[in-house]
């Protein structure tokens, strides 16, 4: 007698989401317990992972991009977990060096941030910067990419006013899921200052291979930062139109 075909099985080939577990008696089989125990761990360790700032600076390096390290408040991981708002400020002497780098406003600053997940930034970010570059088409002035350790969104606000910035691009690790340890997130904001909100920013999160290709995201990335240029806003007063462009063409 054949045993009957779960309906469920085949949705599992096109989803990372936990479906079609599946039980022994009462409790998940362990199979199971063990790939969510696994899963969490990985997530913990992405975490506490540290960024690996010399493979990745000499990369950036390699492909044409000038870089400057800087760092939060926050003098370590431990403390930057219990104090979000450390991370969001520059310390002393990253902005003492950043003021003495400032000169002629420019178009655009990028930094890359460790974030919540360091592995995403070290994975991620040089595909999704290969891809904005070229999408960018030297059309905008670009500061130094900075490097910044023990980093939260909002520190991008600072280092984007003491270099004139009139767009600040910070690229974050993002909080590890269960499902996605390595997620890349992208923050805009214009003008950026100190005090500058969430409601300011646009966001664009989940960018790896196996979420929101970095190719795919650079496109709506060049999308936004020409029209919040044009504009002369980011956030809720800018919604994302690019998918609608592109479809229409």
């Known amino acids: ?4 075909t779960d309906p469920w099985a085949a949705l599992r080939r096109h989803t990372p989401a936990r479906i079609a577990l599946g039980r022994a008696g009462g409790s998940l089989p362990t199979r199971e317990l063990l790939a ?6 990985q997530a913990r360790d992405a975490v506490h992972q540290a960024l690996d700032l010399p493979a990745l600076e000499a990369a950036l390096r390699a492909e044409g991009w000038g870089t ?20 969001r400020r520059l310390d002393a002497a990253s902005a003492q060096r950043l003021e003495a ?7 655009l600053l990028i930094v890359l941030g460790d974030g919540l997940s360091a592995q995403a930034v070290q994975a991620h970010a040089l595909p999704l910067l290969r891809a904005l570059r070229e ?29 004139g910035a009139r767009l600040a691009l910070m690229l974050i690790g ?41 190719a795919l995201a650079a496109l709506r990335l060049n ?11 980011t956030g809720v007063g ?6 609608t462009l592109l479809l229409v063409r």
Request: glycine share 6%; aromatic share 4%; hydrophobic share 40%.
């Open 101 to 107: 780098q400032a000169g002629a406003p420019v178009d």
């Open 135 to 163: 999408a960018l088409q030297g059309e905008f002035t670009l500061a130094p990419l900075l490097l910044a350790s023990q980093a939260r969104v909002a520190l991008a606000d600072e280092a984007g006013a003491l270099l």
């Open 36 to 41: 969510f125990a696994a899963a969490h761990a």
């Open 68 to 87: 400057l390290q800087v760092s939060s408040r926050a003098v370590d991981r431990a403390e930057y977990l219990r104090r979000p708002d450390l991370g």
């Open 238 to 243: 800018l919604k994302d139109e690019s998918e």
């Open 223 to 233: 999308w936004l930062l020409r029209e919040a240029l044009r504009r002369r806003l």
């Open 174 to 214: 993002e909080r590890p899921g269960l499902s996605s340890p390595d997620s890349l997130g992208a923050y805009l904001t214009h003008a950026p200052r100190l005090g500058c909100h969430d409601a300011q920013r646009n966001c664009i999160s989940n960018i790896r291979p196996q979420g929101l290709a970095p």
């Open 1 to 4: 007698m054949s045993t009957p």
